[in-house]
């Protein structure tokens, strides 16, 4: 599970939105609706600073779902709490997926108006984007099937390795919520503290995964934890 956590989940994400950061500055964003967009409209294709501002706010939305999605993953895998796969999967099917789909064809469809380089740069930045967060959403649903596989399979992990997991969950969670922050606000220190998270992530990924390796040749670690661990 460690692979699926970690090479799988963790490293596209935490990087692809650190680096995003940098490019983008969004408007604050208001409660989301479930199931639908929350903001955009075919009005606004006619005011293209508009569209593109509620574009935005879309994606914040999309962000703030994705990042609770991985903190209830973390219970489900880490702590074993069963009762929160069904949320993780009702975000991912009733809000992820149908938003992004609806954004980015949104999207597509502004990109076809007349817009300035300007605007097409950031249209295509926030696609992007879109992208990626709903590839969060893929990859914490993996997390929470695998969870739950864990669970039904009854697979140890040694008290080394929750630890491990806790602390690269809490880690990426730190990072994804400073990268969300700096898109939120514009704030170019925050988005470069997020990428000096994610190099630090980096090492903690190895250090943990050579760490699992030993425990495994040990003796420590059971052998069929060794899929779910690295």
């Known amino acids: 599970i460690f692979n699926i956590v970690v090479s799988v989940v963790l490293f596209p994400f935490i990087g692809v939105l650190a680096r995003a950061t940098q490019r983008l500055v969004p408007e604050r964003v208001s409660a989301k609706k479930k199931a639908t967009t929350a903001y955009i409209d075919p009005r606004q294709y006619s005011i293209p600073s508009v569209a593109l501002t509620e574009a935005f706010r879309e994606l914040l939305n999309m962000g703030r779902a994705a990042g609770e999605m991985l ?49 097409q740069q950031r249209a295509l930045q926030i696609k992007g984007l879109v992208t990626d967060i709903e590839r969060v959403g893929d990859q914490n649903e993996n997390l929470v099937e695998e969870a739950q596989r864990k669970m039904d399979e009854q697979i140890p992990f040694s008290p080394e390795a929750v630890t491990e997991l806790e602390q690269l969950f809490r880690h990426a969670e730190k990072t994804y919520g400073a990268a969300l922050e700096a898109l939120e606000t514009g704030d170019h220190a925050r988005a470069e503290q997020a990428c000096r998270l994610e190099d630090e992530f980096d090492h903690m990924y190895m250090e943990a995964r050579n760490a699992h390796i030993h425990r495994v040749e040990a003796g420590v670690c059971a052998p069929e934890a060794d899929f779910t661990f690295i």
Do not use: G, M, Y
Not at 96 to 111: A, G, N, R, T
């Open 71 to 119: 903190e209830l993953s973390r219970q489900a895998l880490v702590e074993n709490n069963p009762t929160v796969i069904p949320r993780v999967l009702e975000r991912e099917n009733e809000l992820l997926d149908p938003v992004s789909v609806q954004l980015e064809d949104f999207l597509s469809k502004l990109l076809r108006t007349e817009l300035s380089e300007q605007q």
